[in-house]
T-cell receptor
Framework: NAGVTQTPKFRILKIGQSMTLQCTQD?????MYWYRQDPGMGLKLIYY???????DKGEVPNGYNVSRSTTEDFPLRLELAAPSQTSVYFC??????????FGPGTRLTVL | GENVEQHPSTLSVQEGDSAVIKCTYS??????FPWYKQELGKRPQLIID?????GEKKDQRIAVTLNKTAKHFSLHITETQPEDSAVYFC????????????FGAGTTVTVRA
């Protein structure tokens, strides 16, 4: 199993551009999550999903959108990128109520 | 979301000594308390967790204790080694309603040789 994979690893965006961060897991986990981690800080939940077709907002959802059309994939969409969205983004997945497994992260810089 | 406070923010220990990190939370319904270790530039990885029906759990040099009455839990690392140097995050979830994690701000642990 590859576990949780994320692409791209790094990306630089200009203000106002859009992009999609990809996340895929091959563990058949129902639960998937998107977090952002600012330098020297903990992780903040952006969006999460309890299964295909079901998504919900986390702590910091503004400026982001998600979709969950399959169990495996949970892409995060950034519309109109802003410097405040410069961060490291982690995707995670889990069986309900159990350990969350994290992907390797995407480092995003908005200039 | 759940309010999680983590202390200290940095911790420097001599190799072989013990390290203790403490987290407090606000929601008395919280019932799952994992600890994650994050090495520089890497992803967070679970090192130990505890559920609300247990007061203490050990795994080799790592232990977690939970005080539900006082709403705090602690990570204990004994016989620290250089490879224990990392950022450690506590987290809390209320599993009855959802499985979202609220993370503490992290503790940077440095083990001096």
């Amino acid at each position: 199993n590859a576990g949780v994979t994320q692409t791209p690893k790094f990306r630089i965006l200009k203000i106002g551009q859009s992009m999609t961060l990809q996340c895929t897991q091959d563990m058949n986990h129902n639960y998937m999550y998107w977090y952002r981690q600012d330098p020297g800080m903990g992780l903040k939940l952006i969006y999460y999903s309890v299964g295909a077709g079901i998504t919900d907002k986390g702590e910091v959802p503004n400026g982001y959108n998600v979709s969950r059309s399959t169990t495996e994939d949970f892409p995060l969409r950034l519309e109109l990128a802003a410097p405040s969205q410069t961060s490291v983004y982690f995707c995670a997945s889990s069986v309900a109520g159990d350990t969350q497994y994290f992907g390797p992260g995407t480092r995003l810089t908005v200039l | 979301g759940e309010n999680v406070e983590q202390h200290p923010s940095t911790l420097s220990v001599q190799e072989g000594d013990s390290a203790v990190i403490k987290c407090t939370y606000s929601d008395s319904a919280s019932n799952y308390f994992p600890w994650y270790k994050q090495e520089l530039g890497k992803r967070p990885q679970l090192i130990i967790d505890i559920r609300s029906n247990v007061g203490e759990k050990k795994d080799q040099r790592i232990a977690v204790t939970l005080n539900k009455t006082a709403k705090h839990f602690s990570l204990h690392i004994t016989e620290t080694q250089p490879e224990d140097s990392a950022v450690y995050f506590c987290a809390v979830t209320v599993q009855i309603n959802d499985y979202k994690l609220s993370f503490g701000a992290g503790t940077t642990v440095t083990v001096r040789a």
